[in-house]
C-alpha cells in the first residue's frame, strides 16, 4: 500500500519540480511585429539533477539535452500565434527522443516593450509522448504582468498548468524576473522559476520546485540572445540548469 501511494504522488507531481522541461523563459509581453515570422531556438542541459524518472517509463532529468524550435507569426500589434515543433531530449539512456508538439496563441497590450505598465496572456495545448509527460494532453495559462521602470524590469507569470483529469488538476508554477538593462542591448537578470503543485492545495515545501537563474540578454540587430545558469533551491529542484535562446526575425 505504501509502494502503491508513492506512486501516486509521484505521477501527480507538477512536472517542474520532478523532470526536465523544453522552455525556460519568463514572457515579458514582446510579439513579433505584425506580418514577421520568427524562430525562436531553446535549450536546457540539466548538469545535475534528478537521477529517478518522474513516472514509470520517464526520461531521466540529470545530464539531458531539452529543448524546441519555436515557430512564432505576428498576426497583429496584439496577438502573436507559435508552434513548438518539435519537442526533443537527448539523454544517455534513451539517445535522442522526440516529445510532441505544442499550439500557442499570446493576447499582449501593443508595443509593450515601450510602456510603463504591460500585461497580457499566453494559451498553450500541447501534445506528449508517453516517455515525456504522464498526461497525453496537457495545457499553460500563463497570465503576463509587468512593469518597466527606468532601466529595471519587473515581470510575473502566475502560471497555471493543466492535465486536463480533473477540474482541480490546476497547478500553480509561477515564474518572476528582475532585470536590470545596462543598455538597449545588454541585460542581467535574476529569474526564479517555481512549482508549488495543485493550486486546490500546494505541496509540502520540501516537494515543491524552486530554481534561480543568472541571466545574460543580448538584443542585437540581427538576432536575439538569452543565456542562463540556475541553481536548484531545495532538495526537490534540478542542481544545476545551464539554458540557451536564440531568437531571429525571418523576414
Known amino acids: 500500500m505504501k509502494a502503491f501511494i508513492l ?17 525556460i523563459q519568463v514572457y515579458d509581453a514582446h510579439i513579433a511585429s505584425p506580418g514577421t515570422f520568427n524562430l525562436t531556438l531553446h535549450n536546457n542541459y540539466i548538469a545535475s539533477g534528478s537521477r529517478t524518472p518522474a513516472f514509470p517509463g520517464a526520461l531521466v532529468a540529470e545530464h539531458s539535452l531539452n529543448g524546441v524550435p ?12 507559435g508552434l513548438y515543433l518539435p519537442l ?3 539523454t544517455p539512456a534513451h ?21 510603463e505598465f504591460v500585461y497580457g496572456v499566453n494559451f ?16 499553460e495559462i500563463r497570465p503576463i504582468i509587468g512593469w518597466h521602470l527606468g532601466k529595471v524590469d519587473l515581470i510575473f507569470n502566475p502560471i497555471l498548468d493543466n492535465d486536463w483529469s480533473s477540474i482541480g488538476s490546476l497547478d500553480f508554477a509561477p515564474s518572476t524576473r528582475v532585470a536590470y538593462n545596462f ?31 543568472l541571466v545574460g540578454d ?13 541553481f ?12 540557451l535562446i536564440l531568437s531571429k526575425d525571418l523576414n
Open 7 to 23: 506512486g501516486l504522488c509521484l505521477a501527480s507531481a507538477p512536472v517542474a519540480a520532478w523532470a526536465q522541461t523544453d522552455e
Open 70 to 81: 519555436e515557430w512564432a507569426y505576428g498576426v497583429n500589434d496584439w496577438f502573436e500565434a
Open 88 to 90: 526533443y531530449s537527448i
Open 95 to 115: 539517445g535522442g527522443t522526440l516529445n510532441g508538439f505544442k499550439l500557442r496563441a499570446l493576447f499582449v497590450e501593443p508595443d509593450a516593450a515601450h510602456q
Open 124 to 139: 498553450e495545448f500541447s501534445y506528449n509522448t508517453k516517455h515525456w509527460d504522464s498526461s497525453r494532453y496537457t495545457s
Open 183 to 213: 543598455t538597449d542591448q545588454y541585460a542581467l537578470a535574476l529569474e526564479e522559476y517555481a512549482d508549488f503543485g495543485p493550486l486546490r492545495r500546494f505541496l509540502p515545501s520540501s516537494q515543491q520546485s524552486h530554481q534561480l537563474f
Open 218 to 230: 543580448y538584443a542585437g540587430k540581427e538576432f536575439e540572445a538569452e543565456a542562463g545558469v540556475g
Open 232 to 243: 536548484g533551491l531545495n532538495s526537490a529542484s534540478d542542481n544545476l540548469t545551464l539554458k
